[in-house]
């Protein structure tokens, strides 16, 4: 198989232990990125994905934010939304007046707005984690404001103890199973998105919209839960040395750990051989 396109998470993937790019990583992306784009694909914000693109020089190329949730595709240098499918207001308010006797942190993200109550320990670690700074605000009134602008939160993250987050986590699985995507990426981490996304149903948009390409022509990378239908659908799903083992058992190959470059290790092996 020809493989034409390559799409990779990022997080526990792509990054190594300081959550950067190496430098093997730069060197043959940028060495294939005129054949074969490179689509980063995660549950991050906008912001917190393209300056990582800036490393690698691939900034013409689309990204997919939200875990599928936004798509965004650069035209002649200006930002261009091709998908954007948000939670309701109404939704995010309920999970909101749920948490509200609780400890559990609440992050509100649209684009690349991401709301915090305060600057806590969670603000900080994510802040730390993504390089992106979160605008503190009160956020029944950024609900509200959201409200009257007509949209609502590409993404809702709760963090906290586990014990609260599992509570939650049964909340929302009992009351809104056919609204919500509920990912526990941690014990302290739940991700909130839309039931209509997926890693994989943006991937198939983004390649039906701007590309002619099918999904059996694109390698995949992941290591999470998130990434198990992205990895079953595309021509060759490779899951790094580091992810679930329920990742591992779906993929077609697994490669080294994110530690050890797995991700470049992999490209290398297919594209110079092929060159």
């Not at 690698?56 to 997919?64: S, V």
């Not at 040395?241 to 679930?244: D, L, S, T």
């Given at each position: 198989m020809s493989y034409k396109l390559v799409c990779s998470d990022i997080d526990g993937t792509l990054l190594n232990k300081d959550r950067e790019l190496s430098l093997g990583t730069i060197e043959i992306v940028k060495e294939i990125k005129g054949k074969h784009p490179v689509i980063l694909i995660s549950s991050r914000m906008p912001k917190a994905m393209t300056h990582l693109q800036y490393e690698?020089?691939?900034?013409?190329?689309?990204?997919?934010a939200y875990n599928g949730g936004q798509i965004l595709t650069n035209e002649n240098g200006n930002s261009k939304t091709l998908l954007s499918i948000e939670i309701s207001i109404e939704l995010t308010i309920q999970i909101l007046t749920f948490i509200s006797n609780s400890t559990?942190?609440?992050?509100l993200y649209?684009?690349?707005e991401w709301f915090v109550p305060g600057m806590d320990y969670w603000a900080k670690r994510e802040m730390n984690n993504t390089?992106?700074?979160p605008e503190v605000a009160k956020l029944e009134e950024v609900c509200m404001d959201w409200k009257n602008q007509n949209i609502g939160p590409h993404k809702i993250m709760c963090m906290g103890e586990k014990g609260e987050i599992q509570l939650l986590e049964n909340y929302l699985k009992i009351h809104f199973p056919n609204e919500l995507n509920i990912y526990r990426s941690k014990d302290t981490y739940l991700e909130i998105a839309s039931k209509k996304i997926s890693k994989l149903s943006a991937l198939s948009f983004l390649?039906?919209?701007k590309y002619a390409i099918s999904l059996q022509e694109v390698i995949a990378f992941g290591d999470n839960?998130?990434?198990i239908e992205m990895l079953e659908g595309v021509g060759l799903g490779v899951a790094v040395?580091?992810?679930?083992e329920e990742v591992k058992n779906v993929a077609d190959?697994?490669?080294l750990s994110n530690l050890e470059d797995g991700v470049a290790h992999t490209l290398k092996d297919i594209f110079r051989k092929n060159n």
């Open positions: 690698m020089d691939i900034l013409h190329h689309p990204l997919i559990i942190h609440m992050s649209n684009s690349d390089k992106v700074k390649l039906e919209k839960y998130n990434d040395g580091n992810a679930k190959q697994v490669t």
